[in-house]
């Protein structure tokens, strides 16, 4: 397994530079190195695809070796109420099998049943999505941030992360010279919202203090 990787000072001055700068780069090999610990039974691989990203990948489902790709573009970060959410387009979609590769899958792959079209509305069918995925329709999957289970489990964490990023946050995404380029803003959802998100962080440890979990 894969050792964790700590954030260098020198590396870590490099990105408090760029982000006064209002772009923060993030190289596609950092990424490479995180996705190759992800699971031993998936095999990814992640190219430039300007302004988005292609995803190919192997892995065995229902029994069969399933060869797969993608184009993946991101939006920035939309700051609404309570909200973080990125929209993700997935298209170019392809899917591959062998041709006496066993199973439902592989049949319905080598039969083209599958509709590689709108392959977010295939992740909006699942029976059991991720609290993160708001929304899974024709080609947009739409994360919200605010669900990923750290801010889930602290509500303190939650707060702090929607005020800050009320004031700060990442505005645009693109793919160039095998980097991650994240566009920085000021205020992206209006001074109101960055007021009011933080009120609700300056609150919320009263209300804990208050109405403390498990008290009637």
Request: with cysteine; glycine share 8%.
């Amino acid at each position: 397994m894969p050792s964790k990787r700590r954030l260098e000072p020198a590396q870590a001055l490099r990105v408090v530079t760029q982000a006064l700068g209002g772009r923060i780069s993030i190289p596609l090999s950092a990424v490479r190195h995180r996705l190759a610990g992800i699971s031993e039974k998936v095999e990814l691989d992640v190219a430039e695809a300007p302004p988005g990203v292609r995803v190919r990948g192997q892995a065995h489902a229902l029994g069969a070796p399933i060869s797969f790709s993608a184009r993946i573009d991101a939006s920035g970060v939309e700051v609404r109420g309570e909200q973080r959410t990125i929209r993700l387009r997935l298209s170019e979609v392809a899917l591959a099998t062998e041709d006496d590769a066993p199973g439902p899958l592989a049949d319905a792959i080598r039969n083209g049943m599958i509709d590689t079209a709108n392959p977010a509305t295939l992740i909006g069918n699942m029976i059991s999505l991720p609290d993160m995925i708001v929304s899974a329709e024709g080609q947009d999957v739409i994360l919200d941030l605010m669900k990923l289970p750290a801010f889930q489990r602290d509500e303190l964490h939650r707060a702090a992360f929607a005020a800050a990023t009320s004031y700060l946050c990442i505005t645009g995404i693109e793919v160039a010279d095998d980097a991650i380029e994240l566009s920085l803003g000021l205020l992206p959802g209006g001074p109101t919202e960055a007021a009011l998100s933080t009120a609700r962080a300056a609150l919320t440890p009263v209300v804990r203090f208050l109405w403390p979990e498990g008290r009637s």
